[in-house]
């Protein structure tokens, strides 16, 4: 029974055969033939009153409201496509689907496709459906049938025709259908997810001879190497086997072992077998064996692959093992753990239903904090469907314990988590096994320097070196990325089980003390951010140790030199947690710490328009810092941008002071000079000059804009928008939206949406504008534009009242400087009112209440 949304309609799919080949062998001409492709596809599709609307890569899907013309078009672009040279398939079927913003959608698309997946190039399928409507057209066209076909995924068998004109007869295989997997273990689970991952593997099946699928224990190798197998069989007129090497310890027993599994009559049962026989046998067959589960067999199972592969021209390996061959030939296939919706699914799939509890965003929490990994997945699920989803939650800090047991006939290695991390422990070597340990204390990325740092000690750089890339090939990590929490949690047992714990959270804590040293005053502000971000886990994870162990004098050191990346990115609460650790261990530190930390709050008090707090700190620094210190210039400059806009002249007099002390070659102080001047012109309402200054700021910056050059850049619009000149206001943001940088993206934000909720005053304009400033700490760099622009929206509805009580309560509040020629704008928006006493009264978080009830009015 159909949907009411749904409309018969006929559907032409095209692929072209071996297209990543023919990619990888000529790029250029590849693309050629593609173009050709298409423009024949859309010649003929359009000329049958058809629409072609989706390319599907190497492929495109066609629509007709009429089958015979559907067929017709399949038939003559096929013809025409044959004569490019291009082996391309095609499959067309007819039947109910729902069409959606100019897409198509429903079961008759899936059987379509698997229609045309079953052709071979040059060859035109048609379902059962599809070949019935062949009607007056039926004496220019000839139908073979080829019978019924169990397509790969659809219940229903199918009926499939090839099309091709009268007179035309080309003779291929057997349609590419679902046929007896005789050799392959059967599925008794459902496959969930990774269906991406199985089309790349069985592609790369069928085009390479050696395939090793490799990664870390639990990720669900097995059951992806036996579905992309079964996809990639029809391709192997020799069969598939399929050897499991889990319970075979004794590499004598390795080639016995696959000359069972292939049939070889006089296999030796005891296990032992002959390389020549086994060979032999296998000959010129196009074989595909599968070979499961080979680390702890990997140097053996290397030299029989090579062996095979050399004797036999037509065998197909596909190897699944936690490290690769590292032979001639191979090509490996990371696996990955699932991403998570397909982790989502599979915990449902595997629970069916049996937990009351099991919301979407508590299964979505167990399944990050199982990393993804099937194994462990399906171990909790089976926990949850006895326990419940919320218990099974909360104990997972526990998680070896929490998944001991699981399915009693798996293989041992299998049947709990634990297991499957002692299995992969036990095939490490010494040096791996100590490195490992010491890398569970990285709480981020697993950086090369870092490693090194941490692991390295009697051992030697060398030899940790070569530990650190074994660990990579073996997948228990991957450099540049944090480990898995499994294999954290695990490695960090053993650390602990070996007394090393301290040691190697010290040398952690010692290894970001010097990471950071000096980066406040030497780099710029952009490059502190850069080289702090990635290091964030860890910077925080080593000053909680550091005050955990006593050592307070250390975490005080790290927290003076970490501010920048949380100022830049506006987290400002999270900059003063790390500012007030170095505060009260002033006394202990170094002078250039004392320093650090009181820049730090400087600018965190400045982001807050705390001017005065900010003033306080800036006036420390000057009076501490010797003259030419970096960081005494940057307080000069706060303080030049802070007295801005209640005396310029001060400002400027201030600025000289710093231009004399600055290092011309530093980083970025010259442009942050420049750009303070110009804040300067926008205090004083000089809108003209500000804009200019504002220009030339980022123009002296050589190379790319820095933090303070996009500054420039950003609040430039601002004050051309303030000046009347809309129309350059705009097209000077567009040329700041070009810039990258985390940090000033949100003041961009900010900027547009207040230019654009002002040149024409609108509810959305404001909403965007509102939306841009709720999730974000530092509530003062915003709250001005907010209001403002709310204010002109109620004078553009007409409610002058409240306009001018905005405008006026707006002009009696002190905001930062970077909008104190905002406020000088606003103040003339009074047209001679004087600020409303209920105004007057309003705190900042009133204006901005009542700025948000103007947006959802």
């Not at 273990?185 to 390479?208: K, M, Q, T």
């Not at 010494?430 to 490992?436: G, K, N, P, Q």
């Not at 890398?439 to 981020?444: E, K, R």
């Amino acid at each position: 029974m159909r949907g009411a949304d749904e409309v018969v309609r006929a559907f032409v799919f095209t692929d072209i055969e071996g297209s990543t080949r023919a990619w990888q062998a000529d790029e250029e001409a590849m693309r050629r033939r593609l173009v050709a492709h298409d423009r024949i596809a859309r010649e003929v599709v359009d000329g049958r009153s058809g629409t072609i609307f989706k390319h599907t890569g190497d492929g495109c899907i066609a629509v007709f409201a009429d089958g015979a013309d559907a067929v017709d078009a399949a038939v003559e672009m096929h013809g025409a496509l044959v004569e490019t040279g291009l082996r391309v398939r095609v499959g067309a079927h007819l039947g109910p689907a729902v069409e959606r913003d100019g897409d198509w959608f429903g079961l008759t698309l899936n059987r379509c496709a698997r229609i045309m997946a079953a052709a071979h190039g040059g060859q035109t399928l048609v379902s059962g459906a599809m070949a019935a409507t062949i009607g007056p057209q039926a004496g220019e066209l000839a139908l073979h049938p080829l019978g019924r076909h169990l397509l790969r995924d659809i219940d229903e068998p199918e009926d499939l025709f090839q099309v091709e004109p009268v007179g035309s007869r080309t003779v291929f295989p057997p349609p590419r259908t679902v046929v007896p997997v005789v050799g392959l273990p059967v599925e008794r689970s459902s496959f969930v997810g990774r269906l991406d991952d199985v089309a790349r593997l069985a592609e790369r099946v069928d085009a390479h001879r050696l395939v090793t699928v490799a990664g870390v224990g639990g990720t669900g190798k097995t059951r992806l190497a036996i579905r992309a197998a079964a996809d990639a069989q029809v391709s192997f007129p020799g069969g598939a086997a399929f050897v499991d090497l889990t319970s075979v310890g004794d590499p004598d027993r390795l080639v016995g072992t696959i000359a069972r599994a292939v049939g070889t009559p006089s296999a030796d049962t005891a296990g032992a077998g002959d390389h020549d026989e086994l060979a032999t046998f296998i000959g010129y067959r196009r074989l595909l064996v599968v070979i499961d589960n080979a680390e702890h067999l990997v140097d053996d199972v290397a030299a029989v692959a090579d062996l095979l592969l050399d004797r036999c021209p037509r065998l197909h390996l596909l190897v699944t093992s936690r490290e690769p061959l590292g032979i001639e030939g191979e090509v490996v296939q990371r696996v990955a753990p699932l991403p998570t919706d397909d982790a989502v699914a599979l915990f449902r799939e595997r629970l069916a239903g049996e937990a009351d509890d099991a919301d979407e965003q508590r299964i979505a929490a167990i399944c990050a904090s199982l990393d993804g990994l099937p194994l462990a997945i399906e171990l909790a699920a089976g926990r949850a469907a006895q326990l419940g989803a919320a218990r099974v939650e909360a104990l997972l800090a526990d998680r070896f314990a929490l998944l001991a047991g699981g399915v009693r006939r798996a293989r041992p290695r299998q049947r709990t988590l634990e297991a499957t991390m002692d299995w992969s422990y036990d095939l490490l070597g010494d040096d791996e096994r100590v490195l490992l340990g010491r890398l569970s204390v990285i709480a981020g990325p697993v950086d090369p320097d870092l490693a090194l740092g941490i692991g390295a000690d009697e051992a030697g750089e060398a030899r940790t070196a070569a530990a650190l890339a074994s660990l990579a090939d073996k997948s228990l990590l991957v450099v540049g990325a944090p480990l898995l929490e499994t294999v954290r949690d695990y490695a960090a047992s053993k650390l602990a089980a070996a007394g090393e714990t301290t040691s190697a959270r010290d040398r952690h804590l010692r290894w970001h003390l010097d990471a950071v040293d000096g980066l406040v005053e030497e780099a710029s502000l952009d490059e502190a951010r850069v080289r702090l971000q990635p290091r964030l886990a860890d910077l925080d994870a080593a000053r909680s140790w550091a005050i955990d162990r006593g050592t307070t004098q250390a975490a005080a050191e790290l927290a003076a030199r970490v501010w920048p990346v949380h100022v830049l990115r506006l987290e400002l609460t999270e900059a003063q947690r790390w500012l007030d650790v170095a505060a009260e261990h002033d006394e202990a530190l170094s002078i250039d710490d004392r320093l650090r930390w009181r820049v730090g709050t400087m600018w965190t008090a400045g982001a807050r328009a705390d001017a005065l707090a900010g003033l306080t700190f800036a006036g420390e620094v000057v009076a501490m810092a010797p003259p030419g210190h970096p960081l005494r210039v940057s307080a000069l400059a706060f303080q030049a941008q802070a007295v801005a806009h209640v005396d310029a002249v001060e400002a400027r007099r201030l600025l000289d002071v710093a231009w004399e002390q600055v290092d011309p070659s530093h980083a970025e102080q010259p442009v942050q000079l420049r750009t303070i001047e110009a804040l300067t012109y926008l205090s004083e309402l000089d809108l003209v000059r500000a804009a200019e200054a504002f220009a030339a700021a980022a123009r002296s910056e050589p190379a790319a804009p820095g933090y303070f050059g996009r500054s420039a850049l950003v609040l430039r619009p601002l004050c051309l928008h303030l000046a009347g000149a809309h129309d350059e206001a705009l097209d000077a943001l567009e040329v700041a939206a070009q810039l990258p940088g985390v940090d000033d993206t949100f003041l961009q934000a900010i900027v547009r949406a207040y230019v654009h909720a002002t040149v024409r005053p609108n509810a959305a304009a404001l909403r965007a504008l509102l939306g841009a400033i709720d999730d974000r700490d530092p509530a003062a760099m915003t709250e001005p534009f907010a209001v403002a622009a709310a204010a002109e929206l109620a004078r553009s509805d007409g409610d002058t009242a409240l306009a001018d009580q905005l405008f006026g309560a707006m002009a009696a509040h002190r905001w930062h400087s970077r909008h104190e020629g905002l406020a000088a704008h606003v103040r003339t928006r009074l047209v001679g009112h004087e600020p409303v006493s209920a105004g007057e009264a309003w705190s900042t978080a009133d204006l901005v209440d009542q700025a948000r009830v103007l947006a959802q009015a």
